[in-house]
């Protein structure tokens, strides 16, 4: 510490009565930044929130932050970086992150910190100045990085080194480099997941060739993909700081947790400090955008922070006649009570009305695609689909001490679809060569649902038997209960071709297909209740091994009523289906080796339930599908903690599945015999991987196939999921006369698929995406994104079947966009 003591009468020196005005000069002449602040407590917990930066703009941050004067020689720190700092930190520990590596050392004296430049050889300890341990903050928005240190998908924060699974973070930083503004878009561009449109208006969610129908809330699971005549189930990303995506079975999560995996998407909160962003967008098919993203402390002790996020979003279609139109808001409150208790709320709604191509292209008997544009539309004028979603979240965390902490938090969403869609499709032969054959498909919905969920868990740290060990003790609740009516007519023509479609039929109504002949209407009621208790406990035996266990006991209930309505019989009343499991254990182990400071291998095994209500022979439910989840995997956080990869090799077994039986004198009997496995591999990188590069790259290998199941034995069992699958995107940020500029270049590639019912292939594909952004003035920021570059034409991954569900990507387009920060 002699260099610093050796310097201050220098820094002192330089610390004058107008050091406010005099700043600026003194930067530019290389000789010293001064920042004054009023006086604080060191030892004081601060939320902090400094993005990864040169270290000059850094320190800055850091001082604007914590209300402190900051003294270093600017020409000394000029080609340094630091590192990203988040979460409530105390200010040695916030400026011992940031840093980290740099080989810079500092001294506080008072309300001022004075930092000087070490040599390579000098000892970076720091003597008697006390260094906390860095407390993970998974929070993304700031960090102007691909990847996070930390999730929260598992409950409680862990770094991903500490996951025996597979799991991906699509940052804030990604998804607006990329503009990415919705959920199915943003999955297509991470690793392994595939991101369908569902045969209705909204969208499925695939990972290991199951589907994800449970989605997480900041932590809390709630069902989001239950079928009632297609899948309606929308999701835009402006409310949410990211996305925590865990591949592989969730149970121990969820309960009858997809064995594909889970997704998180956790909410943006009010920050520390006033930030304003106003973004406008303009781009292909007058596609136009308006959005305002606001937040801070509300009052001026800080302990109460608002946020309020507005979009509006209008466009056409490369698709004839069709567009979409989308508001939503936003508003959130976090309130620190006491220093260690803080209490959330938020409420966000969406409203998206649209013309959409429901159901997209029939195709030929021979499975193939007839040769028509990709503009065409196979809908009527009067197609029209709202959807509205209002969502209420709510949690408060306690924390007892540095090592213990409770969390409770909970989501209640309404959901109102109205639709009216005509659908063409053909019969089971398909269409005809000359193009003749279709069919009209009217539909009407109107389709009511409520989800409920609530978590808690507590989890602490501590040291028993010379062991580090962590426990985590919760339980969770969810509810789905709906409303929903439709009806649905089917109308053959014997004049129109898929060439020549008629797009002005009369116009439908729900009382008018009904009284029309075959015409009939459905209303149905979904009652679906889950609650279940979790553990997990984690032990180091020795430093570099960690052993992990845990387990799930779940209820489970399920409900589901209809009743047919016809001109001819009025409505009738059909048999219920209901189903219960009590009390089904769902176990979890892993373990992970720290082979060095960056370095883990681990390996885990899950396990999965899933209720079923087909009916065997004797009338009773059939019991749960159940299923085995085996991974093993290595796993590195690099260069600081700006780089994640991971490599993992996973086998899941599904069993149980329901097979019919033709000796069933009953209707629709089955039997659990099924058989299905799924097994590939998994790589991913994440992150600087270079000074000023932030890059992503996923690449999966997947297979699935049936391995018991009458007539099916070897065949795929996922149609939709491609054997191969690569998504990449870079973005990289130049220096010195071209510091202004930035440019992004990925591309997602993937083999192909199958129609459902036909051994027929849906060609793989490559697109290119790519952006340009330059820095107009330090509030002023440009940018183009080009996607499709090439204009590829392909088919995209759907449930694409003989009849229907046939959709071309979008063709080449592009989006300009102008975004406004006002400085503080």
Same mark, same amino acid.
């Given at each position: 510490?002699?260099?610093?003591?050796?310097?201050?009468?220098?820094?002192?020196?330089?610390?004058?009565?107008?050091?406010?005005?005099?700043?600026?000069?003194?930067?530019?002449?290389?000789?010293?930044?001064?920042?004054?602040?009023?006086?604080?407590?060191?030892?004081?917990?601060?939320?902090?929130?400094?993005?990864?930066?040169?270290?000059?703009?850094?320190?800055?941050?850091?001082?604007?932050?914590?209300?402190?004067?900051?003294?270093?020689?600017?020409?000394?720190?000029?080609?340094?970086?630091?590192?990203?700092?988040?979460?409530?930190?105390?200010?040695?520990?916030?400026?011992?992150?940031?840093?980290?590596?740099?080989?810079?050392?500092?001294?506080?004296?008072?309300?001022?910190?004075?930092?000087?430049?070490?040599?390579?050889?000098?000892?970076?300890?720091?003597?008697?100045?006390?260094?906390?341990?860095?407390?993970?903050?998974?929070?993304?928005?700031?960090?102007?990085?691909?990847?996070?240190?930390?999730?929260?998908?598992?409950?409680?924060?862990?770094?991903?080194?500490?996951?025996?699974?597979?799991?991906?973070?699509?940052?804030?930083?990604?998804?607006?480099?990329?503009?990415?503004?919705?959920?199915?878009?943003?999955?297509?561009?991470?690793?392994?997941?595939?991101?369908?449109?569902?045969?209705?208006?909204?969208?499925?969610?695939?990972?290991?060739?199951?589907?994800?129908?449970?989605?997480?809330?900041?932590?809390?699971?709630?069902?989001?993909?239950?079928?009632?005549?297609?899948?309606?189930?929308?999701?835009?990303?402006?409310?949410?700081?990211?996305?925590?995506?865990?591949?592989?079975?969730?149970?121990? @999560?969820?309960?009858?947790?997809?064995?594909?995996?889970?997704?998180?998407?956790? %909410?943006?909160?009010?920050?520390?400090?006033?930030?304003?962003?106003?973004?406008?967008?303009?781009?292909?098919?007058?596609?136009?955008?308006?959005?305002?993203?606001?937040?801070?402390?509300?009052?001026?002790?800080?302990?109460?922070?608002? %946020?309020?996020?507005?979009?509006?979003?209008?466009?056409?279609?490369?698709?004839?006649?069709?567009?979409?139109?989308?508001?939503?808001?936003?508003?959130?409150?976090?309130?620190?009570?006491?220093?260690?208790?803080?209490?959330?709320?938020?409420?966000?709604?969406?409203?998206?009305?649209?013309?959409?191509?429901?159901?997209?292209?029939?195709?030929?008997?021979?499975?193939?695609?007839?040769?028509?544009?990709?503009?065409?539309?196979?809908?009527?004028?009067?197609?029209?689909?709202?959807?509205?979603?209002?969502?209420?979240?709510?949690? @408060?965390?306690?924390?007892?001490?540095?090592?213990?902490?409770?969390?409770?938090?909970?989501?209640?969403?309404?959901?109102?679809?109205?639709?009216?869609?005509?659908?063409?499709?053909?019969?089971?032969?398909?269409?005809?060569?000359?193009?003749?054959?279709?069919?009209?498909?009217?539909?009407?919905?109107?389709?009511?649902?409520?989800?409920?969920?609530?978590?808690?868990?507590?989890?602490?740290?501590?040291?028993?038997?010379?062991?580090?060990?962590?426990?985590?003790?919760?339980?969770?609740?969810?509810?789905?209960?709906?409303?929903?009516?439709?009806?649905?007519?089917?109308?053959?023509?014997?004049?129109?071709?898929?060439?020549?479609?008629?797009?002005?039929?009369?116009?439908?109504?729900?009382?008018?297909?009904?009284?029309?002949?075959?015409?009939?209407?459905?209303?149905?009621?979904?009652?679906?209740?889950?609650?279940?208790?979790?553990?997990?406990?984690?032990?180091?035996?020795?430093?570099?091994?960690?052993?992990?266990?845990?387990?799930?006991?779940?209820?489970?209930?399920?409900?589901?009523?209809?009743?047919?309505?016809?001109?001819?019989?009025?409505?009738?009343?059909?048999?219920?289906?209901?189903?219960?499991?009590?009390?089904?254990?769902?176990?979890?182990?892993?373990?992970?080796?720290?082979?060095?400071?960056?370095?883990?291998?681990?390996?885990?095994?899950?396990?999965?339930?899933?209720?079923?209500?087909?009916?065997?022979?004797?009338?009773?439910?059939?019991?749960?599908?159940?299923?085995?989840?085996?991974?093993?995997?290595?796993?590195?956080?690099?260069?600081?903690?700006?780089?994640?990869?991971?490599?993992?090799?996973?086998?899941?077994?599904?069993?149980?599945?329901?097979?019919?039986?033709?000796?069933?004198?009953?209707?629709?009997?089955?039997?659990?015999?099924?058989?299905?496995?799924?097994?590939?591999?998994?790589?991913?990188?994440?992150?600087?991987?270079?000074?000023?590069?932030?890059?992503?790259?996923?690449?999966?290998?997947?297979?699935?196939?049936?391995?018991?199941?009458?007539?099916?034995?070897?065949?795929?069992?996922?149609?939709?999921?491609?054997?191969?699958?690569?998504?990449?995107?870079?973005?990289?940020?130049?220096?010195?006369?071209?510091?202004?500029?930035?440019?992004?270049?990925?591309?997602?590639?993937?083999?192909?698929?199958?129609?459902?019912?036909?051994?027929?292939?849906?060609?793989?594909?490559?697109?290119?995406?790519?952006?340009?952004?330059?820095?107009?003035?330090?509030?002023?920021?440009?940018?183009?994104?080009?996607?499709?570059?090439?204009?590829?034409?392909?088919?995209?991954?759907?449930?694409?079947?003989?009849?229907?569900?046939?959709?071309?990507?979008?063709?080449?387009?592009?989006?300009?966009?102008?975004?406004?920060?006002?400085?503080?």
């Amino acid at each position: 510490m002699s260099a610093i003591h050796e310097l201050k009468p220098l820094f002192k020196a330089l610390i004058v009565s107008r050091t406010l005005r005099s700043r600026h000069s003194l930067a530019g002449l290389g000789m010293a930044c001064l920042m004054p602040f009023s006086a604080q407590v060191c030892a004081e917990e601060i939320a902090v929130n400094i993005a990864a930066q040169p270290l000059p703009q850094a320190l800055q941050a850091f001082g604007e932050q914590t209300n402190r004067q900051v003294i270093y020689n600017a020409a000394d720190m000029a080609d340094l970086r630091g590192n990203r700092v988040s979460g409530k930190l105390s200010a040695e520990a916030a400026i011992a992150e940031l840093l980290k590596g740099t080989g810079v050392r500092y001294s506080f004296e008072g309300n001022t910190l004075m930092l000087v430049r070490g040599s390579a050889t000098e000892s970076l300890e720091l003597g008697a100045t006390t260094v906390n341990a860095q407390q993970l903050d998974a929070t993304t928005e700031g960090s102007n990085s691909y990847t996070s240190n930390a999730v929260t998908i598992g409950k409680g924060t862990h770094t991903l080194k500490e996951i025996p699974q597979s799991i991906t973070v699509m940052t804030r930083k990604q998804m607006d480099d990329q503009n990415l503004v919705d959920l199915k878009d943003a999955v297509n561009q991470t690793t392994g997941v595939v991101g369908l449109q569902g045969v209705g208006q909204g969208l499925i969610l695939s990972s290991r060739g199951f589907q994800i129908d449970d989605w997480q809330y900041d932590g809390v699971p709630i069902p989001r993909n239950t079928y009632s005549l297609g899948n309606w189930a929308t999701q835009d990303l402006i409310f949410y700081d990211r996305l925590e995506i865990l591949r592989g079975a969730s149970g121990l @999560l969820q309960g009858t947790g997809s064995p594909g995996g889970a997704i998180n998407l956790v %909410r943006k909160r009010g920050q520390s400090a006033p930030t304003v962003t106003l973004t406008g967008k303009a781009g292909s098919w007058d596609h136009y955008g308006l959005q305002l993203d606001a937040g801070g402390p509300l009052n001026q002790a800080g302990n109460i922070r608002g %946020r309020i996020v507005a979009d509006e979003d209008q466009s056409n279609s490369f698709i004839d006649h069709a567009w979409s139109k989308t508001h939503s808001l936003y508003g959130a409150l976090d309130i620190d009570l006491r220093e260690d208790t803080t209490l959330g709320f938020a409420v966000s709604q969406s409203n998206g009305e649209s013309r959409g191509n429901i159901r997209g292209l029939p195709r030929y008997a021979d499975g193939s695609m007839p040769d028509v544009s990709r503009s065409t539309y196979t809908g009527a004028r009067w197609n029209r689909s709202e959807i509205d979603v209002t969502t209420l979240y709510a949690d @408060l965390e306690h924390r007892f001490n540095d090592d213990w902490a409770f969390k409770v938090g909970a989501v209640h969403m309404t959901e109102d679809n109205q639709a009216k869609n005509q659908r063409t499709q053909n019969g089971s032969t398909g269409l005809n060569p000359d193009g003749s054959g279709v069919q009209y498909a009217d539909f009407v919905t109107d389709f009511q649902s409520t989800k409920v969920g609530l978590d808690m868990n507590l989890s602490g740290k501590f040291e028993a038997l010379s062991m580090q060990q962590e426990v985590m003790l919760g339980g969770n609740f969810s509810q789905l209960e709906t409303d929903d009516k439709f009806a649905r007519t089917f109308n053959n023509s014997s004049t129109d071709t898929i060439f020549d479609l008629n797009n002005d039929r009369p116009d439908i109504s729900y009382e008018g297909l009904i009284n029309s002949p075959g015409g009939r209407g459905t209303l149905s009621k979904y009652d679906i209740r889950q609650k279940g208790l979790y553990g997990t406990w984690r032990v180091k035996p020795v430093d570099d091994l960690t052993l992990v266990l845990g387990s799930r006991v779940s209820w489970y209930d399920f409900s589901y009523k209809s009743k047919t309505e016809t001109a001819a019989n009025g409505i009738t009343t059909n048999a219920p289906s209901t189903g219960t499991e009590t009390g089904v254990v769902t176990p979890y182990a892993g373990i992970i080796y720290d082979l060095s400071r960056e370095w883990a291998v681990y390996a885990s095994y899950t396990d999965v339930f899933q209720p079923q209500t087909n009916l065997d022979t004797s009338g009773s439910v059939l019991k749960p599908i159940v299923g085995t989840n085996y991974e093993v995997g290595l796993k590195g956080e690099l260069m600081d903690g700006r780089v994640n990869t991971s490599l993992a090799v996973f086998r899941y077994d599904h069993e149980n599945r329901a097979v019919s039986v033709a000796s069933c004198t009953g209707l629709n009997c089955s039997s659990a015999a099924g058989k299905v496995r799924s097994q590939g591999i998994d790589a991913e990188i994440s992150g600087e991987v270079m000074d000023n590069l932030q890059l992503f790259a996923g690449y999966t290998y997947n297979t699935t196939k049936y391995l018991e199941e009458p007539g099916k034995e070897g065949s795929v069992f996922s149609t939709w999921t491609p054997k191969h699958m690569l998504r990449v995107w870079g973005n990289y940020q130049f220096t010195g006369d071209w510091s202004r500029v930035s440019t992004g270049l990925g591309f997602t590639t993937q083999s192909h698929t199958l129609v459902y019912d036909l051994n027929k292939d849906v060609p793989g594909y490559t697109v290119w995406n790519a952006r340009v952004g330059y820095q107009l003035t330090p509030e002023i920021a440009l940018a183009v994104n080009a996607n499709n570059l090439f204009d590829k034409t392909y088919i995209t991954s759907a449930y694409n079947q003989l009849n229907g569900n046939n959709n071309f990507g979008d063709p080449r387009n592009l989006m300009f966009s102008v975004t406004y920060k006002p400085q503080f």
